[in-house]
């Protein structure tokens, strides 16, 4: 990565309660499963990442988040998963509200529409808790966590000290369902 380009891609953004909450879950298993914590300022549900691209695209990346229409969902954080291929243990929901894929498709074809290209694989919401972690716990169910998911971001992943941090850019708002 260079001055020109940015590591970017579009989050739901937690509260900070909950990024709490979920960081709090994720300490809980470093003890069972090994692995380093994801930094509680940075835990986030990914909709579409881009990688590395020119930060001359920025502004075009805001104006086609601005032209989105979504709907807010409260997502139950409810268990947690362990995909062995990465080391990866993450958080999720057994009932995903169908706004929040919706979301992510509508956001994908866009982006690969203005010319991006994205990972092909089926979209899987989830929370990333633990990085490298050694082995899957003992137990998937957890206490719910309610995240009300209100907006998207657009973030910026950049390098600090040894690890990363992630700065949200901007946010769009999601409108409230129809009752």
């Not at 499963?33 to 300022?41: L, M």
């Not at 549900?45 to 988040?65: C, H, K, M, W, Y």
């Not at 169908?98 to 991006?116: K, N």
Request: glycine share 6%.
């Amino acid at each position: 990565m260079t001055a020109e380009t940015a590591r970017l891609f579009f989050a739901a953004w937690p509260v900070p309660e909950v990024q709490r909450a979920l960081h709090d879950l994720a300490q809980r298993f470093q003890r069972e499963c090994g692995g380093r914590a994801v930094p509680v300022h940075n835990i986030h549900l990914t909709l579409a990442f881009l990688g590395n691209v020119p930060r001359a695209t920025l502004q075009s990346l805001e104006i086609l988040a601005a032209s989105l229409k979504g709907s807010a969902c409260d997502l139950a954080i409810d268990h947690v998963g362990y995909w062995r291929h990465n080391r990866i243990l993450w958080a999720g929901v057994e009932q995903c509200p169908d706004a929040l894929p919706a979301l992510a498709g509508t956001l994908s074809a866009r982006l690969r529409e203005a010319g991006f290209r994205l990972d092909d694989r089926p979209y899987v919401p989830h929370v990333t808790l633990l990085r490298e972690a050694r082995r899957a716990p003992a137990a998937a169910a957890v206490p719910l966590i309610a995240w009300p998911v209100h907006d998207f971001a657009l973030v910026e992943s950049v390098e600090q000290g040894r690890g990363r941090a992630y700065e949200v850019r901007s946010r769009w708002p999601l409108t409230s369902p129809s009752v």
